[in-house]
Every structure is written in C-alpha cells, then in structure tokens.
C-alpha cells in the first residue's frame, strides 16, 4: 500500500497567516493526491482533486501543488473558519489511501 | 441535491457481524459512473477505504478486510450495504458512506454512523 506521511503533525497559527501543508508519498503517484478538511464532528470535505484542480465552492484561498511524491496544500491567508483538519489521499493504486492527517489549530 | 445517511446499531459485541446501510437520495445508484464507497475513522482520525460498488455492480474491497467484509446493494430502495464479520474491538470507528464519480476522489459524504465493538 502507498503510505501517505503529513505533516506537521499540528499546525498553530493566527488567522491571517499563510500555512503550507505537506503531503509525501512514499512512491511516485503522479498527481493523484486530493484534499479534504474536516471539521470536528463533520464528515470531510473534498478542497482540492488532482493535486491542483480546484472544486467549486471551495473559496480561492485554498490552492494545491506537486507531483509525483511530494504535494502541498496551502492557505492563502487563513480565516477562523479554516481550523480543523486536513487530509490528503491518493488514488493512484488500490487500496486508495489516506495521510494521517495535520490539524490547524488557533495560536 | 445529493445526500447519503448511514445507519447501524451503534454497538456490537466482539466476535458478531454488522450490517450499515447508506440510503442515498437525489440520485440513482445505479446511474451515471459513480462508486459508492464505504470508508471508517478509526479513534484517532485515521482513515481506512473499505471498498466500493460502482453503479455498475461491481464490487472491489481492501485486500486487508475482503475476508471479512461484504458490500451489496438494494437498487429498489437506492441503498446500499456494508457488512462486517468476527469483529474486535479494532473495528470501533465512525463509518462513512461516500460517493466519488469513477476514479474521482469523493465528493458527497454521509454524516457518518458510530459503531462501537465492546462486550
């Protein structure tokens, strides 16, 4: 199965910041990595496909990058309503798999 | 609009069998190229892919849980099921129904359902 490692672990910072959020891979999976943020006791939500590919709704502050083993999620200027956690996942081989996730917490 | 619910028992005791069911409404699981996909959150907020049916009827599992798990479907009543066999306190977690379009990533999910695995 291909591991996906996060991290950090926890994220604090003050609304306002720009965070960046790593996702590696431990194979090359191209750009079949996605995001999600959960809130507490919510179902997570899909922010970003393909690496890079944007999903309606999502607001335009959320943006993705990489390819092949290393990818990115990062917040352009973080709200209060950003906080929670962040997932990424890989659809490249099965079973498709999940990072263990980062939480973005207030500072 | 789309939306997906999942229901169960909530408590199991060691070694039973669970059954849950994804009823989806706002569209036809046997429509369109979508799979239906069970995943858990384990205690913790590790995520675990279960398995799928796509619209099709083809089912695909984890290798690490095919033993032991099964989905099926009702197309009449547009649900559909996961059941679940010798289970340890280590299938405790929150199980999620979710849809994603073929190889898509998942964009409509179920509030989730609790299930607890304890004597």
């Known amino acids: 199965d291909i591991v996906l490692t996060q991290s950090p672990a926890t994220l604090s910072v003050t609304p306002g910041d720009r965070v960046s959020l790593s996702c590696r891979a431990s194979q090359s999976i191209s750009n079949y990595l996605h995001w999600y943020q959960q809130k507490s006791h919510e179902s997570p939500r899909l922010l970003i496909k393909y690496a890079s590919q944007s999903i309606s709704g999502i607001p335009s502050r959320f943006s993705g990058s990489g390819s092949g083993t290393d990818f990115t999620l990062s917040i352009n200027s973080v709200e209060t309503e950003d906080f929670g956690m962040y997932f990424c996942q890989q659809s490249n081989s099965w079973p498709h798999t999940f990072g263990s996730g980062t939480k973005l917490e207030i500072k | 609009d789309v939306q997906l619910q999942e229901s169960g028992p909530g408590l199991v005791k060691p070694s039973q069998t669970v059954s849950l069911t994804c009823t989806v409404t706002?569209?036809?699981?046997?429509?369109?190229?979508?799979?239906w996909s069970w995943i858990r959150q384990f205690p913790g907020n590790k995520l675990e892919w279960i398995g799928y049916i796509y619209y099709s009827g083809t089912i695909t599992y984890n290798p690490s849980l095919t033993s032991r798990t099964t989905i099926t479907r009702d197309t009449s009543k547009n649900q559909f099921f996961l059941e679940m066999n010798s289970l340890t306190a280590e299938d405790t977690a929150t199980y999620y129904c979710?849809?994603?379009?073929?190889?898509?990533?998942?964009?409509?999910w179920g509030q989730g359902t609790t299930l607890t695995v304890s004597s």
């Open positions: 979710a849809r994603g379009e073929g190889l898509l990533p998942l964009d409509y």
């Open positions: 706002g569209i036809s699981i046997t429509t369109g190229n979508y799979r």
